[in-house]
């Protein structure tokens, strides 16, 4: 019976019994602290079980997609560990209670009609003090008194949420899986025969944030059934990875590697673990989170860099994840479309990761290996903590991945001093952000000040008002004098403390004796509006009546905060609903919006947001500007800003019919005012964060004439129009391709003769014929053909050819068959001429190379070469 079979009957069986079919909900959990990932079907369900939400019906049945990463290092070691997993679930609120739920999972079980296993094979455990569950499984199932087992174990609790004892059902897998005479041989013990198909919590109090447990206002039933399991005892395979459910990945990966499966336990282990998290990654992608370094993003980055390490065990060193996507997606595409719907994006994020892991995965493993090798000289049964984070904060080894090694290796890793250093690590990034970040002002005297401010900032542009406060060196002042920097409240304010991406604003504040510039304003402790201010002329003092007034700049600013909303929402148009705000920017003389997406944007992609934006903006669209109760606000469908802290009364702007979003910053009336809309630049700043530039109105029009003002010039440089600059470069680019043609060839014939004299001083070292000389070349593709060359003529033997282009040594090494046979290694050998010129690399056995930092060692190195073959020949 295929796993999706058994998934459709599940959920055909208890819709007849009145259940609800629930859809599975998204891995990232919503509206829930206590989890970082869905890891359960009831997880998605609290809101009914503690009485938050009344259902529309009380029976519930759902098959959810679930990850948990509390054992990821078990997964491939095991038959049944998995990261990402699906749980069948059938759930009363309120309605049904043990009897029914027992006796329904006896049919489903053992129905011929629904699943049909022999009723001999079963077993149950039960909690001690369970009675009404014992009674059950006695007198209304039948099942014998040696076949219930009772566990203290047998109560169900994920943390927050429901809990209450629990059921679970075992299936007997025969004596071939266990030894009858070990002690671990029964339902719930450690051993292989009695395998856990269906756990059974009957759910009757809830576990509260501080420990407590409270009865739930009713009793409700929720159940768990691992389809992978489930389906291993249907398909009748000793795991879970032998199901249809996996070995479609599996044989993929396979004819990636050109391996066989079940053939090599260490091969075996590596195809699990990527055909395990391949499959989160796919589903993770798909529900919008990204490879990145803190969070879910991290655990996904982790899983990725471990099945790629794996991938290297099986000797894949090239992207290739990416491309089980569409093995992941077939698979599951009866009951969950979004993977093929997202495929395209998922393969380039995953791939993107890939490429970007790679690049330092060689240079790590290497240093790994020699970490390894020090630590076993040394007689450390151990790599220190130190090392181990070294390697995660060099090159991006997650912890577990060097585990994965060490254990290859023999050895273990010191955990506990790698977080150690990891702790050392975030108090020195919490000193810094405190340092950069923190306002001196807010300390002290705020926290003791308690005065009325305003923000009248929406409407006024200048108003007349009175001084509240004059903070000087965190105390409060009666006056600040000419000269002096000083921070005002004022009863009322149009000046905008920075927040939401948009800067503050600047301006003037004046009073019949003094004359002040506001340089910066903030948000207090309590909402209050702090003026950074420079007296220019007179002094100031508390009480005084000013008038308060905005510079010009707020107009640009409203611009570039409204274009800002219709980029977010061009951007999901043309890119994807998984664009997300990641930060922002709103200046008077720019913006610049950080999102979410991998990969750069292509040029046709760029011109499309801008014309989706600046259509808008000819479109002379109204701005409205909405107060509503944020739940209200939410279910209209606005977006919100990131990092923005809200009410329960928002602001909600409304663009016309093309955006929704709540924010508190300050825009244009109609978006004909922005005038003219143009994407600056467009880049990464992160693993799965890009970042755009744009200016708008005058900004835009002077960005405009620059670049106009440069094509001119251009084009008299060229002695062309500027119509025709394009095809003026062209024809350049054409002549000098032809004459860098030329040169090449050329330098390739100089090198085919200097290759050929080099044939000419072969010297035998230990039988072994060497040829070690530091020659001309341009760069490692030259050095390469040299070598080539010289093969054509030496067909026995070692070569090592080293030049410094760009200040830089470039090495190559060849080790013809023969000598790799008698123990020559071309990449061991490359490295240690590479180690002596300051740098590292290594290859292949026959063909490798490396490079160094210190040209002026190269000839010493290459003098090296024979004493190396000396103590390494056979």
Same mark, same amino acid.
């Given at each position: 019976?295929?796993?999706?079979?058994?998934?459709?009957?599940?959920?055909?069986?208890?819709?007849?019994?009145?259940?609800?079919?629930?859809?599975?909900?998204?891995?990232?959990?919503?509206?829930?602290?206590?989890?970082?990932?869905?890891?359960?079907?009831?997880?998605?369900?609290?809101?009914?079980?503690?009485?938050?939400?009344?259902?529309?019906?009380?029976?519930?049945?759902?098959?959810?997609?679930?990850?948990?990463?509390?054992?990821?290092?078990?997964?491939?070691?095991?038959?049944?560990?998995?990261?990402?997993?699906?749980?069948?679930?059938?759930?009363?609120?309120?309605?049904?209670?043990?009897?029914?739920?027992?006796?329904?999972?006896?049919?489903?079980?053992?129905?011929?009609?629904?699943?049909?296993?022999?009723?001999?094979?079963?077993?149950?455990?039960?909690?001690?003090?369970?009675?009404?569950?014992?009674?059950?499984?006695?007198?209304?199932?039948?099942?014998?008194?040696?076949?219930?087992?009772?566990?203290?174990?047998?109560?169900?609790?994920?943390?927050?949420?429901?809990?209450?004892?629990?059921?679970?059902?075992?299936?007997?897998?025969?004596?071939?899986?266990?030894?009858?005479?070990?002690?671990?041989?029964?339902?719930?013990?450690?051993?292989?025969?009695?395998?856990?198909?269906?756990?059974?919590?009957?759910?009757?109090?809830?576990?509260?944030?501080?420990?407590?447990?409270?009865?739930?206002?009713?009793?409700?039933?929720?159940?768990?059934?691992?389809?992978?399991?489930?389906?291993?005892?249907?398909?009748?395979?000793?795991?879970?990875?032998?199901?249809?459910?996996?070995?479609?990945?599996?044989?993929?990966?396979?004819?990636?590697?050109?391996?066989?499966?079940?053939?090599?336990?260490?091969?075996?282990?590596?195809?699990?673990?990527?055909?395990?998290?391949?499959?989160?990654?796919?589903?993770?992608?798909?529900?919008?989170?990204?490879?990145?370094?803190?969070?879910?993003?991290?655990?996904?980055?982790?899983?990725?860099?471990?099945?790629?390490?794996?991938?290297?065990?099986?000797?894949?060193?090239?992207?290739?994840?990416?491309?089980?996507?569409?093995?992941?997606?077939?698979?599951?595409?009866?009951?969950?479309?979004?993977?093929?719907?997202?495929?395209?994006?998922?393969?380039?994020?995953?791939?993107?990761?890939?490429?970007?892991?790679?690049?330092?995965?060689?240079?790590?493993?290497?240093?790994?290996?020699?970490?390894?090798?020090?630590?076993?000289?040394?007689?450390?049964?151990?790599?220190?903590?130190?090392?181990?984070?070294?390697?995660?904060?060099?090159?991006?080894?997650?912890?577990?991945?060097?585990?994965?090694?060490?254990?290859?290796?023999?050895?273990?890793?010191?955990?506990?001093?790698?977080?150690?250093?990891?702790?050392?690590?975030?108090?020195?990034?919490?000193?810094?952000?405190?340092?950069?970040?923190?306002?001196?002002?807010?300390?002290?005297?705020?926290?003791?000040?308690?005065?009325?401010?305003?923000?009248?900032?929406?409407?006024?542009?200048?108003?007349?008002? #009175? @001084?509240? /406060?004059? &903070?000087?060196? $965190? %105390?409060?002042?009666?006056?600040?004098?000419?000269?002096? =920097?000083?921070? !005002?409240?004022?009863?009322?304010?149009?000046?905008?403390?920075?927040?939401?991406?948009?800067?503050?604003?600047?301006?003037?504040?004046?009073?019949?004796?003094?004359?002040?510039?506001?340089?910066?304003?903030?948000?207090?402790?309590?909402?209050?509006?702090?003026?950074?201010?420079?007296?220019?002329?007179?002094?100031?003092?508390?009480?005084? #009546? @000013?008038? /308060?007034? &905005?510079?010009? $700049? %707020?107009?640009?600013?409203?611009?570039?905060?409204?274009? =800002?909303?219709? !980029?977010?929402?061009?951007?999901?148009?043309?890119?994807?609903?998984?664009?997300?705000?990641?930060?922002?920017?709103?200046?008077?003389?720019?913006?610049?919006?950080?999102?979410?997406?991998?990969?750069?944007?292509?040029?046709?992609?760029?011109?499309?947001?801008?014309?989706?934006?600046?259509?808008?903006?000819?479109?002379?669209?109204?701005?409205? @500007?909405?107060?509503?109760?944020?739940?209200?606000?939410?279910?209209?469908?606005?977006?919100?800003?990131?990092?923005?802290?809200?009410?329960?009364?928002?602001?909600?702007?409304?663009?016309?019919?093309?955006?929704?979003?709540?924010?508190?910053?300050?825009?244009?009336?109609?978006?004909?005012?922005?005038?003219?809309?143009?994407?600056?630049?467009?880049?990464?700043?992160?693993?799965?964060?890009?970042?755009?530039?744009?200016?708008?109105?005058?900004?835009?029009?002077?960005?405009?004439?620059?670049?106009?003002?440069?094509?001119?010039?251009?084009?008299?440089?060229?002695?062309?129009?500027?119509?025709?600059?394009?095809?003026?470069?062209?024809?350049?680019?054409?002549?000098?391709?032809?004459?860098?043609?030329?040169?090449?060839?050329?330098?390739?014939?100089?090198?085919?003769?200097?290759?050929?004299?080099?044939?000419?001083?072969?010297?035998?070292?230990?039988?072994?014929?060497?040829?070690?000389?530091?020659?001309?070349?341009?760069?490692?593709?030259?050095?390469?053909?040299?070598?080539?060359?010289?093969?054509?003529?030496?067909?026995?033997?070692?070569?090592?050819?080293?030049?410094?282009?760009?200040?830089?040594?470039?090495?190559?090494?060849?080790?013809?068959?023969?000598?790799?046979?008698?123990?020559?290694?071309?990449?061991?050998?490359?490295?240690?001429?590479?180690?002596?010129?300051?740098?590292?690399?290594?290859?292949?056995?026959?063909?490798?190379?490396?490079?160094?930092?210190?040209?002026?060692?190269?000839?010493?190195?290459?003098?090296?070469?024979?004493?190396?073959?000396?103590?390494?020949?056979?």
């Amino acid at each position: 019976m295929k796993a999706s079979e058994i998934r459709r009957k599940f959920l055909d069986f208890f819709a007849e019994k009145g259940h609800r079919i629930e859809p599975s909900a998204s891995l990232v959990p919503v509206d829930d602290p206590s989890l970082l990932w869905i890891n359960s079907g009831v997880a998605t369900l609290k809101k009914y079980f503690d009485g938050r939400l009344k259902p529309e019906n009380p029976r519930i049945v759902n098959a959810q997609k679930s990850i948990r990463t509390n054992d990821i290092e078990n997964v491939g070691y095991t038959a049944r560990h998995h990261t990402f997993f699906e749980m069948l679930g059938n759930f009363s609120i309120g309605d049904y209670f043990k009897e029914e739920a027992i006796l329904w999972a006896w049919e489903f079980l053992t129905d011929p009609k629904w699943m049909g296993l022999d009723p001999d094979r079963l077993s149950v455990t039960i909690h001690p003090e369970d009675d009404e569950a014992h009674r059950i499984w006695r007198e209304k199932v039948g099942i014998p008194e040696e076949r219930i087992v009772k566990l203290e174990d047998n109560f169900w609790d994920i943390g927050e949420g429901p809990s209450g004892p629990n059921t679970e059902i075992f299936y007997d897998r025969g004596e071939e899986f266990g030894d009858p005479n070990d002690p671990e041989c029964y339902p719930g013990g450690e051993n292989e025969r009695y395998l856990e198909i269906w756990n059974l919590v009957f759910s009757q109090y809830n576990h509260n944030p501080d420990g407590t447990y409270t009865p739930l206002p009713k009793k409700n039933i929720d159940t768990g059934m691992g389809l992978e399991r489930m389906a291993s005892v249907m398909q009748n395979v000793p795991t879970n990875f032998d199901t249809d459910l996996f070995q479609p990945i599996i044989q993929a990966t396979c004819r990636e590697a050109g391996v066989t499966y079940g053939e090599n336990r260490e091969t075996d282990i590596a195809l699990k673990v990527i055909a395990d998290h391949i499959r989160t990654l796919v589903f993770a992608v798909g529900d919008g989170v990204l490879p990145s370094n803190e969070g879910r993003g991290y655990v996904l980055r982790r899983l990725l860099r471990r099945a790629v390490r794996y991938g290297r065990v099986l000797g894949i060193q090239r992207p290739f994840l990416y491309r089980l996507t569409g093995v992941v997606a077939e698979i599951m595409r009866d009951y969950y479309p979004e993977p093929e719907e997202k495929k395209e994006f998922i393969e380039r994020v995953i791939r993107g990761e890939e490429e970007r892991f790679l690049e330092t995965l060689s240079e790590g493993l290497n240093i790994l290996e020699e970490v390894a090798e020090r630590a076993r000289k040394e007689g450390r049964s151990a790599i220190t903590g130190e090392e181990a984070f070294r390697l995660y904060d060099t090159y991006g080894f997650p912890i577990d991945l060097t585990e994965d090694f060490a254990r290859e290796k023999g050895l273990t890793v010191d955990r506990e001093g790698f977080e150690r250093a990891m702790e050392d690590q975030r108090e020195r990034a919490r000193a810094a952000r405190k340092d950069v970040d923190s306002m001196q002002v807010q300390g002290g005297v705020l926290s003791d000040l308690n005065v009325e401010s305003r923000f009248v900032g929406y409407t006024e542009r200048t108003v007349s008002t #009175r @001084v509240a /406060a004059i &903070i000087r060196d $965190d %105390r409060l002042s009666e006056e600040a004098g000419e000269g002096q =920097t000083c921070t !005002l409240i004022l009863e009322e304010t149009p000046f905008y403390a920075e927040s939401g991406g948009q800067v503050a604003d600047k301006g003037w504040i004046v009073s019949p004796q003094a004359r002040l510039r506001v340089e910066d304003v903030q948000k207090g402790p309590r909402g209050e509006h702090l003026h950074t201010v420079r007296v220019e002329e007179g002094t100031l003092r508390r009480g005084e #009546r @000013v008038e /308060a007034t &905005i510079d010009a $700049d %707020r107009d640009d600013i409203r611009k570039n905060h409204t274009a =800002t909303h219709l !980029l977010h929402k061009a951007l999901k148009e043309v890119l994807g609903d998984h664009v997300n705000q990641a930060g922002s920017l709103v200046a008077p003389d720019r913006l610049r919006f950080d999102f979410t997406h991998i990969g750069p944007m292509s040029e046709e992609e760029i011109r499309e947001v801008e014309d989706r934006v600046n259509r808008q903006v000819w479109a002379d669209t109204d701005v409205e @500007v909405l107060i509503k109760p944020l739940e209200e606000a939410k279910r209209m469908g606005a977006m919100a800003l990131f990092g923005e802290k809200y009410g329960d009364i928002v602001r909600v702007i409304r663009i016309g019919d093309y955006s929704l979003e709540l924010c508190g910053g300050t825009h244009v009336n109609r978006t004909s005012e922005i005038g003219m809309f143009k994407i600056v630049s467009e880049g990464g700043i992160g693993s799965g964060i890009r970042r755009i530039e744009a200016v708008t109105g005058r900004y835009a029009f002077r960005y405009l004439d620059h670049h106009l003002g440069l094509l001119k010039k251009a084009a008299s440089l060229l002695k062309a129009s500027p119509a025709d600059v394009t095809d003026r470069v062209e024809t350049l680019q054409a002549r000098i391709k032809e004459l860098t043609r030329e040169n090449e060839s050329l330098r390739d014939k100089l090198n085919h003769l200097e290759a050929l004299q080099l044939a000419e001083r072969v010297e035998e070292t230990a039988g072994v014929p060497v040829l070690t000389a530091k020659v001309e070349a341009s760069g490692m593709d030259d050095l390469r053909r040299m070598v080539d060359d010289v093969k054509s003529r030496v067909k026995e033997g070692v070569i090592v050819l080293g030049a410094v282009a760009g200040g830089k040594v470039q090495l190559v090494a060849s080790v013809s068959p023969r000598f790799v046979e008698a123990g020559l290694h071309a990449g061991r050998l490359v490295k240690e001429v590479a180690t002596r010129c300051g740098g590292g690399g290594g290859g292949r056995p026959d063909l490798a190379q490396a490079g160094g930092k210190q040209p002026e060692k190269l000839d010493e190195a290459l003098r090296a070469v024979p004493d190396w073959i000396r103590q390494h020949v056979k």
